[in-house]
């Protein structure tokens, strides 16, 4: 008798102490959700080369912006897993605001999650209107962040497509409707648009470039091709 009790004690303990653990483990995600979650986007770093982005101009996307989802953890936990679906074309680097992210074919969740998004499937670099979408996080320096903190008029915006580069100056900064579509649409002058969100989500942070020139990779100047060739900022 005396040992069938014992073992009840041993079992409440082990039960108790587990759920301790549980608690524990549950407690520190809430804590540290927000720091697991830019960690999983900062390792999303893909190689972009010529060969990749001409394969992948070839792959189809989504631009359905109903069905994207605010930035959570769950999100981004499946863009990680799910980062074969994410077709990356290009590269965007704003030394003066520290944005070098990948740029990637539509807006879907795990596109947003990690990278810039293009907004329409008949955008070129260099052509018209090149409008592309981001996420605003918590941190200062993830994904389109910095455009909220740091992005100015007179700044320089380049692209490439791992051939060529192409350089636009910051002409506009403004705030903008989430409903307002047309600032997405093609243009005659040849534009960048980035957008992305508020400091409240409700309504849109939008930057606007001018176009300047373009080049061969090769020719960008040593600066451009070291800051393409660094670490993304996602």
């Known amino acids: 008798m005396a040992k069938k009790q014992s073992v009840k004690k041993n079992k409440r303990r082990w039960w108790g102490t587990l759920g301790f653990v549980v608690l524990i483990l549950i407690s520190l995600g809430l804590i540290f959700n927000e720091q697991i979650k830019e960690w999983l ?5 893909p190689e972009v080369t010529r060969q990749s982005v001409k394969k992948n101009q070839r792959k189809k996307a989504s631009y359905d ?3 994207v989802k605010s930035l959570d953890f ?15 074309v290009g590269q965007i680097y704003i030394p003066q605001s ?9 807006v879907s969740n795990p596109v947003l999650a990690l990278t810039a998004g293009t907004m329409r499937p008949d ?13 605003h996080m918590v941190s200062h320096s993830i994904l389109f962040s910095p455009l909220y903190y740091k992005t100015k008029v007179g700044q320089k915006i380049y692209l490439t497509n791992a051939s060529k580069v192409y350089e636009y100056r910051v ?14 649409a093609p243009t005659k002058q040849k534009l960048v648009t980035l957008i992305t969100c508020d400091a409240t989500g409700a309504n849109r942070l939008m930057i606007r470039g001018k176009y300047v020139r373009q080049m061969a990779y090769r020719q ?3 600066s451009v091709r070291k800051g393409f060739a660094g670490g993304f900022n996602n």
């Open 41 to 45: 986007v900062a390792t999303y770093q």
């Open 65 to 67: 912006f109903k069905k």
């Open 74 to 88: 769950q999100t981004v936990a499946k863009a990680r897993l799910n980062s074969k679906e994410i077709h990356v």
């Open 98 to 106: 520290k944005i070098h992210l990948p740029i990637a074919k539509g």
């Open 123 to 135: 955008q070129k670099m260099g052509e018209n209107n090149y409008p592309l979408a981001g996420h």
């Open 171 to 184: 002409t506009v900064r403004k705030f903008i409707a989430a409903t307002d579509v047309q600032v997405v």
């Open 220 to 222: 960008a100047p040593e």
